[in-house]
């Protein structure tokens, strides 16, 4: 299985972007997929999380309100929209996968993991 991301870039305090995670080599509409960031220095962040079956959704407290993430299983795609940016939210973005139906938050819960996409928020 392969998962890579895209999307990241460079936006001003208040914008937006939508990440993606297209998967390759397995089915998305039987995996969790989770989103989490890494700013320099700091502990990989769980952001937002996606079930396999019903989509319920979990989001992080610091993004609740702002992001929203949603899954196509025609295309084997996840996506992440941001919205309301902050320059805290500045971090390299990862999309992760498990085969299981479940919400999960922690990194050592997933079996897939994708390279990584750069989002700065700054002006």
């Known amino acids: 299985a392969q998962l890579v991301e895209s999307g990241g870039g460079l936006v001003q305090p208040g914008g937006s972007l939508r990440l993606s995670c297209a998967a390759s080599g397995v089915t998305l509409d039987y995996y969790a997929i989770g989103w989490f960031r890494q700013a320099p220095g700091k502990e990989r962040e769980g952001v937002s999380c996606?079930?396999?079956?019903?989509?319920?959704?979990y989001y992080a407290d610091s993004v609740k309100g702002r992001f929203t993430t949603s899954r196509d299983n025609a295309k084997d795609t996840v996506y992440l929209q941001m919205n309301s940016l902050k320059p805290e939210d500045t971090a390299v973005y990862y999309c992760?996968?498990?085969?299981?139906?479940?919400?999960?938050?922690?990194?050592?819960?997933?079996?897939?993991w994708g390279q990584g996409t750069q989002v700065t928020v700054s002006s």
């Open positions: 996606i079930e396999s079956g019903d989509d319920s959704t």
């Open positions: 992760a996968a498990v085969d299981r139906d479940i919400i999960a938050t922690r990194p050592l819960s997933y079996n897939y």
